[in-house]
């Protein structure tokens, strides 16, 4: 089993935490945080250190690579620029928790969380660093963009689409004064779409 560290040890970091255990493919060796004192135990794992930490992490464990939990959209962001700046060829993984239902001909970026119940229906696009959380639904045709989230038992109907940075709970939160928009195709998203298959395709 491939060695991980989560980057962020909180609450959701404990979340993450349970997700990966859950779905069995990795192993985590601790967590990554820049505010806690290293040598502290979250959730029964050590602190390892911070982001600046990596690369001597990455010897040590023979690190396979990490998430990133962090659920705010534009920290997230921050933080996986900051990751890369130390260690070029990070390699950030997906995690699925087994409850989740998965459609037919689905993308899934990298650094995705998808977690317990969630439900990812057919010809849906789930771009890098997105959140979907404990039961959540993203309808079929459904796009979200990079670094956005649906909250804890939001639903979507079909063909909704999700900006950049935004997240949805039980009201619309446009942190990036973008916009939520809803019936647009998914070669809107550039040159991500090349990467579109008729597979489930993540970033593992």
């Known amino acids: 089993m491939k060695n991980i560290v989560i980057i962020g040890a909180s609450d959701y970091g404990s979340a993450i935490l349970q997700c990966i ?3 069995g493919k990795y192993h985590v060796v601790g967590f990554i945080d820049s505010y806690k004192r290293k040598s502290r135990k979250w959730d029964g794992f050590d602190i390892l250190g911070t982001i ?3 690369p001597y992490l990455t010897d040590k464990h023979q690190l396979f690579g990490g998430i990133i939990a962090i659920d705010a959209n534009k920290e ?3 933080v996986a620029e900051k990751v890369v700046k130390v260690v070029s ?3 950030f993984v997906v995690t699925i928790d087994p409850s989740v239902a998965l459609g037919d001909d689905l993308y899934i970026g990298k650094g995705t969380v998808i977690l ?3 439900r990812i229906e057919s010809h849906s696009w789930v771009g890098d660093f997105c959140v979907v959380n ?3 639904t993203l309808g079929a045709n459904g796009i979200m963009d990079d670094f956005s989230s ?3 038992g939001v639903s979507t109907g079909g063909d909704f689409g999700l900006a950049k940075f935004t997240n949805i709970d039980q009201s619309i939160k446009d942190t990036d004064k973008s916009s939520v928009f809803a019936s647009f195709d998914i070669t809107d998203l550039g ?3 090349m990467g579109f298959s008729k597979h489930l395709k993540t970033n593992l």
């Open 191 to 193: 040159y991500h779409a």
């Open 89 to 91: 060829n990070f390699k």
């Open 21 to 23: 255990q859950n779905e």
């Open 134 to 136: 404990t039961d959540a």
């Open 116 to 118: 317990k119940g969630a």
């Open 76 to 78: 997230r962001k921050k």
């Open 150 to 152: 649906l909250a804890m």
């Open 52 to 54: 600046h930490d990596l």
